[in-house]
Structure formats: structure tokens, C-alpha cells
């Protein structure tokens, strides 16, 4: 089928994610072909350098033909076994064995999902559940962070701080709340880590205590901040924020569905500062994006909670036909497996060649702020450098950086407002950020021309 087809049967019949439909109606798809390490083909033969996995997922690079052979491997062995009535498969039980390995001590058990947003929404269930078995059953309120993106389930919508998940969607609902972000760039309180931290450790004290602590069932963050912008919270404010939990008594949820398996330079952010959360949900770099899979993780004390508040004959009834898939498992113990015997080196070897390449677009006059932990990164667009003023959102900057870059082979996430994020995966060389940054520069000097821009610019 020719590409023209292809774009009128997309128009006609594929709903896209988190998009406007009727302007991708008028705009078309963009249809891509094959992929090779770093590098995308898309259908009209254009090489791109992706600069962000995919969508943060992409982890080990494409053509990993060693995760093509175990996913073809278990296909042809077993292609499904449902985990219902007892029944399992090799991979997954391994795979939940290796989880166990790998994360903090404090997680011990393992419930797998398809992608991330089931696991955030099995972490409210299994919560739920958790506090009515052990007779809490007050605790039913749920706080999460400003910008904070949790997926966009029924439920996990609401956790989501980004006002257009919530748009004629009527989350958040009224048992879901948030404390401010650990926004450093914007803030007007003090910004040194120690500032930052006091402050988020503050605001969910206060929080807790307006909503009184025996109705508080959980707090979830990310450890990095990713689809509300790449804010990146300083080294110590995890760990603040789970002794605050601990010492409040309610369930410290980290949703590490970006920042796990070596985004952030360790396995899981959460290794960098010793935290152990009693929930963890997980998802894209668990199979590199090479099938869906997601998990969510809890400590023994959730589980066993669990397990004795459903009485001896009844279930807990919470389960999905391709929960533990095997073929996903298969994927995810391969990709595992190359994290731990190279990949997770060379992302934390290479990561210093990121962040110099971000901080000396700070000289550029378009970028007001570069930050960035491990391979995940960001640069924040402003219209003046003093005041920190933002664009005009008329001007549709995001959406004119995006098309420059693709025209120059390059793929980012141009947020909406004006943040560009970036995500290189573990594979890359030293040789592939020189040329990510000499094209970014190239693409933000090309939008820096148009007389528009340079005008806003004040
Ligand atoms: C932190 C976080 N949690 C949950 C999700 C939802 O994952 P999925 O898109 O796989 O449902 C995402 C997706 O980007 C995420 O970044």
C-alpha cells in the first residue's frame, strides 16, 4: 500500500494519543518504516537520529536482534499463558524473580500490566484494597505533584497534573490532590536543593495534615519530573520525601515508569539515593519498547495485607488476560539482560557528553535553562533570559522547532510550552550526540531567522 493510502486510512480511522484530531486530520501522518540503533527511516526514505527512544522507551536502541530471537523463541514455544487459575510460564516467574533482584529491598512482589498507566491504576486498586483488608478504611485520599504525569487510566488521569488530561475528562476527582513542583528554574522561593527539598517535604506535611492523616492512603511522584517538562528535583529530595511519607504513615508510591532501567544513569533512580518506596510502577524500558509491559511492584507488608484481607475462599479481584505475558517476559529478561551486561555502562560513560551538549546550548539565545540527570534532559525556551518571560503560545514555537528539526534528521519532544525533552538511548556513541547537538543547534538557529521569533525575543 502506497503512502498516500496510508495517510488518507489513518485520517479516516486511527485515533492518535494526546492529540488535537482535527488538526492531525489536516497535517497527515508521519509514517515510520525501520529503525537501526539510534537511527528511524520513515516512508519516504528520511534517516532520522532519535533523540528520544521513542517515547522515553527505546531504551536499548532498535535492532536488537537478540530481543527479536527471544521474542521470536518464546512465540514459537508458548506465545501465551494466562497467570488466571493458577497457571504460569518460565519467563515471567523469572522475570518477577529478576525485578525482585534488581529494585530496592523493600519490593518483593511483582503484578505485571501492559504499560505503565495499568500499572499506576493496579497501584490504586492494590491500595485500596490494602487499606480496607487491614481496617483502615478511611484512607482513601491520594496526593500527587504539580506537572506530575501518571498515566491516563480512569483514575490515573486524575493523578496526572496536566490540565489536558483533565479537559472534559472530570478529573481530578475529589479524593485526588497535589502539592507544588520542584520547579527550580521557575520558583520564587529558595532555590538552592536544600530550599527545594524543605519545601516539597513542607508542602505534603501540610497537605497531609488540611486532609488529616487517617484519611491519607498514598503520595506519588516521579523521581524525575518527565512529561510536565524534564524538572529535575535536586539529589536527596526522593529520599526527604519518603522519610516524610514514613513518618506520616502513608504509602510511598514512585512511579519510575521514565526514570527506570538506566534512564537516570543508576538501574532505577531510586538506587542513586537508597530509597525504598512500598509501591513502584515500571513500564518502557522494562522491554525497551519491543512489547508492552509494564509493572507494579510492593513491599511484603502491601502483600500480605492483601493477602490475608481477602478471607480464605474469596479472590482479589484485580487481573488482566495478558498480565505476566510470556512473550513480553521473554523480551524484558533479554532486554534486562543487555542493560546489565553493557548498555547501563555506556549510558552512564556517555551521559557527560549530554549534558556538556545541553549546557553550551545555554549560550544560544533562545534557551533559558538546560538540566538534566543521566540521558534525560531538557531545554526550556524562553522569550527573554532575565525575566524568564515565555513565548507567545500563538506563536506555535514547539510546533516549528519540531518540523525544523525533523527537516534536519533530528527527533525530539517539542512540549507545548516551549520545553524541548530529550532521551537519548543507552546505545548512543559519543559521535551520535555530536551530531544531535549540531543539528539542534543548526534547527533552533534556522526558527531564530524567522522574523517573527526575533521579534518576540525581548
Ligand atoms: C511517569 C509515567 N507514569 C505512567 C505513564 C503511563 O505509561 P503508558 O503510556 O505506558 O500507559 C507514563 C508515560 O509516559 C509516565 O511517564
Redesign the pocket.
Known sequence: MNDESLVALDRQHLIHPVINYHAHEKRGVTILESGQGAYLTDSQGNVLLDAFSG??CVNTGYGQNSVVQAGEAQMRKLPYATGYFHFGSEPAIKLAAKLVEITPVSLQHVYFTM??????DSAIRFIVNYYNSTGQPKKKHFISIERG????SSQ?SGLTALPAFHRHFDVPLPNQHRIPCPYAYRSSQDTSPEGIIAESVAALKSKVEELGVDNVAAFFC?PVI??GGVIVPPKGWLKALQNCCNELGILFVV?E??TGFGRTGTMFACDAEDVTPDLM?M??GLTAGYAPM?AVMMSDAVYQGLADGCGPDAPVGHGYTYSAHPVSAAIALEVIRLYEEGLLANGQAVARHFEAGLMAMLDHPLVGDARSRGLLGALELVANKNSKARFDPALKLSERIATAAYKNGLIFRAFTDNVLGFAPALCYTKEDFDILFERLKRTLDEVLEQPDVRLALS
Open positions: 517515547l522515553w504499560g505503565g498507566s495499568d500499572a499506576v504525569y501518571h498515566g491516563s490515573g516521579e518527565g512529561s512511579d515508569v521514565i510502577t513500564a518502557k509494564g
